[in-house]
């Protein structure tokens, strides 16, 4: 069996559990719905394939990756306000937030 470090495997799963929880939890009626919209905000990790190596590690995302950066969560926070978005930017305010949760575990 690979030796697999526990941290991005981790990682990796919470970016999958936590978006299923909070709809899960906030929104029991159309959780399904919900979580998808909120799983879509994978979709700003694209902006790692401008890196080089494209997976590093070591690296921190959060201020590295240009979708990562603090003006970009700032829109991330206003799509959580319309009701049309707030899925979608619910996921992608906790996608930023377990980045940034594993930068401090780096």
Do not use: K, N, Q
């Not at 399904?32 to 994978?42: E, F, P, Q, V």
């Not at 790692?48 to 970009?72: E, K, M, N, Q």
């Amino acid at each position: 069996m690979p030796d697999l470090e526990l941290r991005p495997v981790l990682h990796l799963l919470l970016h999958v559990l936590v978006p299923l929880a909070v709809a899960r939890i906030v929104w029991p009626e159309y959780w399904r719905r919900a979580a998808i919209w909120m799983l879509a905000g994978w979709l700003i990790d694209i902006d790692h394939l401008l890196a080089d190596p494209v997976y590093a590690p070591g690296r921190c995302s959060i201020g590295f990756h240009p979708l990562h950066t603090w003006p970009a969560v700032g829109v991330y926070a206003a799509l959580m306000v319309p009701r049309r978005t707030r899925w979608f930017g619910t996921g992608l305010v906790i996608h930023i937030v377990l980045d940034a949760i594993d930068c401090v575990l780096m």
